[in-house]
T-cell receptor, first 113, second 114 residues
Framework: KAGVTQTPRYLIKTRGQQVTLSCSPISGHRSVSWYQQTPGQGLQFLFEYFSETQRNKGNFPGRFSGRQFSNSRSEMNVSTLELGDSALYLCASSFSGTTHGYTFGSGTRLTVV | QQQVKQSPQSLIVQKGGISIINCAYENTAFDYFPWYQQFPGKGPALLIA?????SEKKEGRFTISFNKSAKQFSLHIMDSQPGDSATYFC?????????????FGKGTKLSVIP
């Protein structure tokens, strides 16, 4: 059974640009959550999608957005990148949407220069 | 506001020793407390989890101790092995209220030396 796949694994962007990250959940999983991981703040919740609907959003500025497609694949977008957006972005999927069955991907390492 | 405080930040343990990581939470509505293990270059993986209606849960060499009145819980790794060297995160959530997010501690980097 394939795990959660995140692409790309690494990304370097310039301040002011925008970026789109992709997450393919485990087959059959309908919920996708996104987290930002930094050395200073640790793991912080960005948002969660279930059946194409955003059910919950963390305390991040509007520059951070996401969406989920009918096949449960999800994308997150960060516009007007800032240096502080440099982080490991992790996606987790679960069947029911509860945090019980979370499986994380290996993440996308974003570096903003 | 950090709702889950984790300590220590780093821990060095001899092979065969006991590793102990502690977490404290503030939100009494939390009802599910998982621990995650993360190796470099990988995402966190669920290790073990506990609900507040039990005081201890054991899975192999890993044990969670839970103290509801003190709002604290801890992870004990018995007979620690070099392969246990990783970063460990405690987390909490309110499944009963339909929460879809985990609140994480800031992590403990464990190094098990031979």
């Amino acid at each position: 059974k394939a795990g959660v796949t995140q692409t790309p694994r690494y990304l370097i962007k310039t301040r002011g640009q925008q970026v789109t990250l992709s997450c393919s959940p485990i087959s059959g999983h309908r919920s996708v959550s996104w987290y930002q991981q930094t050395p200073g703040q640790g793991l912080q919740f960005l948002f969660e999608y279930f059946s194409e609907t955003q059910r919950n959003k963390g305390n991040f500025p509007g520059r951070f957005s996401g969406r989920q497609f009918s096949n449960s694949r999800s994308e997150m977008n960060v516009s007007t990148l800032e240096l502080g957006d440099s982080a490991l972005y992790l996606c987790a999927s679960s069947f029911s949407g509860t945090t019980h069955g979370y499986t994380f991907g290996s993440g996308t390492r974003l570096t903003v220069v | 506001q950090q709702q889950v405080k984790q300590s220590p930040q780093s821990l060095i343990v001899q092979k065969g020793g006991i590793s102990i990581i502690n977490c404290a939470y503030e939100n009494t509505a939390f009802d599910y407390f998982p621990w995650y293990q993360q190796f470099p270059g990988k995402g966190p993986a669920l290790l073990i989890a506990i609900r507040p209606d039990v005081s201890e849960k054991k899975e192999g060499r890993f044990t969670i101790s839970f103290n509801k009145s003190a709002k604290q819980f801890s992870l004990h790794i018995m007979d620690s092995q070099p392969g246990d060297s990783a970063t460990y995160f405690c987390a909490a959530t309110n499944i009963g209220a339909g929460s879809y997010q985990l609140t994480f501690g800031k992590g403990t980097k464990l190094s098990v030396i031979p």
